[in-house]
């Protein structure tokens, strides 16, 4: 059995329960969602060559403190940066070192913003320079994935019409689904029910209903979808070493579909360095 619950009711007690969001959180997780993708598009100008992941985090962190929010994976679970830096062969979660990005890497940046109470939570892909192709196109492979998923999204439909929307795309073009880890319900907790698996059939899983909020977050590889996690704890890197993507949007379930809460205002989402901004 699966319940729904109205998030006044038991607003940062976890619950097991999906909780429907009214307007007024809406609102706030739009200025939550909408001050990560402005982070997210200013990142756009800074990653280069040269330019270390250790740098990265420190200009989240900064700019998150220059607009009152504070990043949710700071001290989250033992994690203590202010983003994800996933490159190449790295899943996700990578963390935040000295090492300086290179001509033809390509790196995740992972942001989730707390502000005002409400998490914004959006991962993009930046080529670092010049690419080789196939990078290129696991990228635009896992963004068209991503909106797949999102374009499943109406109430009436179960959860897995996301899952199955995605694994779908991402197999006809010969790439895999990550299994080990998926979207989240999001709003005042960082990560709530449900799961929003990114493979699957699309009769499993809860009914979509208006007013959940989560998000829709595919790493795709152009291997096999095995993972495993480094000895730091976080790390998770492709098993056959292939190359990973992931993009991420945090999306509202609406009478009509969804909004998404993470577009970028400079219409940059999608390969930045390449965009006409
Ligand atoms: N932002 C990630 C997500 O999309 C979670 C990162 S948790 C961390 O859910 F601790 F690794 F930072
Ligand atoms: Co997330
Ligand atoms: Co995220």
């Known amino acids: 059995m699966v319940c729904y619950i109205d998030y006044k009711e038991a607003p940062l007690k976890y619950t097991g329960q999906i909780r429907l969001f009214d307007a007024e959180a809406f609102a706030g997780m739009r200025r939550a969602c909408q001050l990560t993708a402005r982070c997210l598009d200013a990142l756009a100008d800074i990653v280069k060559p040269g330019v270390t992941t250790a740098e990265i985090d420190h200009f989240v962190l900064a700019f998150g403190a220059k607009h009152n929010a504070l990043p949710a994976t700071l001290n989250y679970r033992g994690y203590t940066h202010s983003c994800c830096t996933s490159v190449n062969h790295v899943v996700c979660h990578g963390i935040p070192d000295d090492r300086p990005l290179r001509e033809g890497d390509i790196v995740n940046i992972d942001v989730t913003y707390i502000l005002d ?4 939570d959006s991962s993009r892909m930046y080529p670092v320079g010049t690419v080789r192709r196939a990078a290129e196109r696991l990228m635009e492979v896992t963004y068209e994935s991503l909106l797949r998923g999102i374009a499943a999204v109406e109430p009436g439909a179960h959860i897995g019409a996301i899952g199955a929307a995605i694994q779908l795309y991402a197999e ?20 709530d029910t449900p799961n929003i698996l990114h493979y699957g059939r699309q009769d499993e899983g809860p009914i979509l209903r208006e007013g959940m909020i989560f998000t829709i977050e595919p790493m795709i590889n152009l291997g096999k979808y095995g993972v495993k996690i480094l000895k730091d704890g976080w790390t998770a890197v492709t098993r056959d070493r292939s190359l990973s993507a992931q993009y991420e949007h945090t999306i509202g379930v609406t009478s009509a579909g969804c909004e998404v809460f993470t577009l970028s205002p400079r219409d940059i989402f999608y390969l930045p360095n390449k965009a006409k901004a």
Not at 117 to 120: A, D, N, S
Not at 176 to 182: E, K, L, N, P, T
């Open 172 to 191: 006809s073009q010969f790439c895999s689904v990550v299994r080990d880890f998926c979207g989240h319900g999001i709003g005042q907790i960082f990560h």
């Open 117 to 120: 109470g409400w998490h914004g």
